[in-house]
C-alpha cells in the first residue's frame, strides 16, 4: 500500500470498520475496548517534547491545509483509542529529561534525570528490550534522532549517563536489538568513536544488515534479519528541511517510511514484537523555538502514527501506546488572522536552517535575504536588527533564557506567524496518552509515568523475565 493510500486509508473512515469488526464498540463517539487474550505485539510511539499546543497545531495545519485530520485526534475524534492524562516526573525533578522518561517506561522504575535504567540506588534494572527478547519477541528501535539518543536508549541500554552515546551503540549490539533506523554515525564510525572501534564492522560480522542509505536499506531487503541504519552523523535532518533538501531526499527515509520497515520485518517473528518509534526532532525544534520544525516533524510522526495504527487495527494481538515524555517550551497560536498561521506551510526551512547560515558577523541584508527564502515573508528591518543584537550577544530579555539567537528568531517569526513560547525547555505539564488494543483498558483517566511498564509486560505476558541482573547479565 503506498504512502499516500495509508493515509486515505485513515482520512476516509475505514479504520472505524476495522475496529468495529476488531472488538471495539464504537458508541456515541466513546469507545469500549474488548481486549482479547495476551499481548503479542507492542508498538511504542513517542512524539518527543510534544506540548498540547504542538499536537494542536499539527492537527490545525493538516485541517486547513490537507482537508482532514491528523490520525492522533481523528481516532479521538472517533473515540477508536483511549485518553489518559500522564505524570512524567522524574526521581530528582518535576520536570523530567527524554532518559528518565523513557527509562520510567523502559524498566518501571524513575530514575534521576540523566541516568539510563539505573535508579538512585545503583541498582541496573533490566530494560523492555531485554526482557522481550528472553521471552522469544523481536525486539527494535526507529528515531529521527540519534538512535543512541536518550528515548531509544531508555528500552535497551543501563549506563550512568545518557552522553555515553557509544556505550550504549555497544549494548544495542550486546543485547541483540533486532532492527536499528535512526541517526548517530558518531557513534559507530572508527573515525568518530574515542576507542577507533568500527561498530559497523561488528554489527555486519553479528549477521546485520548495515546501510547509511536510503537506497541502501531498500536494497539490502531490510523485511529480512537483523538491520542497522544509520542515515546521519548526528540527527536526522528536520522534516521541512528534508522535504527541501534533494540530497536528503534520495538518501535518508521518512520516520513513516522507518515504520513500516521495522513493522514488516519484526512481524515476522511470530512470538512477536516490541517497537518504539521516536519523532525527535519536535523535542529539538521545540528548544529551539521553531514553529516550522515543530509542526513539519510533527505531522511526520502523525504519518508514522498511521502506518502503526495499519498494522494494529485488524488485529486483536497489538497494543499501541501513542504518548510524549514531555512537554517543551508550550507553544500556541494566539489570536491572529488565520492565514499568519497557515503561512507556516509554505515555509522552505526551519529557523535553525536560518540561524545555520549567519554569525554575529552577517549583515541585515544576510539576515533578511536567509529568513525571506527559508519563510517566503518580508522580514522588517528592525526584526533583523534585533536578530543581530542577539547574535553579538548584546540582546537582553527580560526572561534571560530568552536572550539567545534561536529564542530571539522565534520571537520575531512570531510577529508574523502569531505561534510563540513560554521559554526554550521541558516543561512540568501532563502529557498526552492514547491507547489501543489489549491492555490499553488500563491506561485511561491519569496515569503515572510507571505504570505503563507494569501494563505492557502484564499485557504481554513477560513479566516472568524482569529478573533483576547486573549489567553484564542484562
Not at 523530567?96 to 522518561?101: E, K, N, V, Y
Not at 527494535?140 to 545518557?162: D, K, M, Q, W, Y
Not at 527515509?253 to 516490541?274: H, Y
Not at 512540568?428 to 505492557?456: C, H, M
Request: aromatic fraction near 8%; charged fraction near 25%.
Amino acid at each position: 500500500m503506498s504512502h499516500q493510500s495509508r493515509r486515505d486509508f485513515l482520512k476516509t473512515g475505514a479504520l472505524s470498520t476495522i475496529l468495529l469488526g476488531s472488538g471495539i464498540a464504537l458508541a456515541g463517539g466513546c469507545s469500549a475496548v474488548q481486549s482479547r487474550g495476551k499481548t503479542k505485539n507492542v508498538i511504542f510511539l513517542v512524539s518527543d517534547g510534544m506540548s498540547a499546543g504542538t499536537l494542536t497545531m499539527a492537527d490545525l495545519m493538516m485541517r486547513r491545509r490537507d482537508g482532514y485530520p491528523s490520525n492522533w485526534v481523528k481516532m479521538l475524534q472517533e473515540g477508536t483509542i483511549r485518553r489518559g492524562l500522564m505524570d512524567m516526573a522524574s526521581a530528582n525533578r518535576i520536570v523530567t529529561d527524554s532518559a528518565a522518561a523513557a527509562v520510567s517506561w523502559g524498566c518501571g522504575h524513575r530514575v534521576n534525570n540523566g541516568s539510563l535504567n539505573i535508579t538512585p540506588d545503583g541498582i541496573h534494572r533490566k530494560p523492555l528490550l531485554p526482557i522481550f527478547r528472553d521471552a522469544g519477541r523481536s525486539t527494535g528501535l526507529v528515531t529521527t534522532a540519534e538512535i543512541t539518543h536518550a528515548t531509544p536508549a531508555g528500552f535497551a541500554a543501563n549506563v550512568e549517563s545518557r552522553a555515553m552515546g557509544e556505550e550504549i551503540a555497544e549494548q544495542y549490539l550486546q543485547r541483540e536489538v533486532d532492527f536499528l533506523l535512526g541517526g548517530g554515525n558518531r557513534h559507530y564510525h572508527s573515525d568518530q568513536r574515542e576507542d577507533g572501534i568500527d561498530l559497523y564492522e561488528k554489527h555486519r560480522q553479528a549477521g546485520y544488515l548495515v546501510a547509511r542509505t536510503k537506497s541502501e536499506l531498500m536494497n539490502g531487503n531490510p523485511a529480512e534479519g537483523k538491520v542497522l541504519g544509520v542515515f546521519s552523523d548526528s540527527h536526522v535532518p528536520y522534516t521541512l528541511d528534508h522535504l527541501n533538501t534533494p540530497e536528503d531526499l534520495q538518501n535518508v527515509p521518512t520516520l513513516a517510511e522507518m515504520t513500516d520497515l521495522a513493522i514488516q520485518n519484526l512481524s515476522k517473528n511470530p512470538n512477536g514484537f516490541i517497537l518504539q518509534v521516536e519523532g525527535g526532532r519536535v523535542d529539538h525544534a521545540a528548544h529551539s523555538n521553531d514553529a516550522g520544525g515543530l509542526i513539519f516533524d510533527q505531522i511526520a510522526f502523525d504519518d508514522a502514527i498511521g502506518i502503526a495504527m495499519e498494522f494494529a487495527a485488524n488485529r486483536d494481538d497489538t497494543l499501541v501506546i501513542i504518548t510524549t515524555d514531555h512537554g517543551n517550551a508550550n507553544p500556541g497560536f494566539n489570536s491572529a488572522p488565520d492565514e499568519d498561521f497557515d503561512s507556516i506551510g509554505n515555509f522552505r526551512h526551519t529557523a535553525n536552517w536560518i540561524r545555520s547560515g549567519l554569525n554575529r558577523d552577517s549583515s541585515i541584508s544576510d539576515i533578511r535575504e536567509r529568513f525571506e527564502y527559508a519563510t517566503r515573508l518580508e522580514m522588517e528591518r528592525e526584526h533583523a536588527e534585533i536578530y543581530r543584537e542577539a547574535a553579538r550577544g548584546d540582546y537582553r530579555a527580560a526572561y534571560s533564557r530568552m536572550n539567545g539567537t534561536s529564542a530571539v528568531l522565534g520571537q520575531i517569526l512570531a510577529n508574523y506567524t502569531h505561534v510563540n513560547w513560554v521559554g526554550g525547555s521541558h516543561t512540568a505539564d501532563y502529557v498526552e496518552l492514547a491507547t489501543f488494543g489489549p491492555g490499553s483498558e488500563a491506561l485511561e483517566g491519569f496515569v503515572i509515568n510507571t505504570q505503563l511498564f507494569d501494563v505492557i509486560t502484564e499485557s504481554a505476558g513477560v513479566k516472568e523475565f524482569i529478573e533483576e541482573k547486573t549489567e553484564a547479565d542484562v
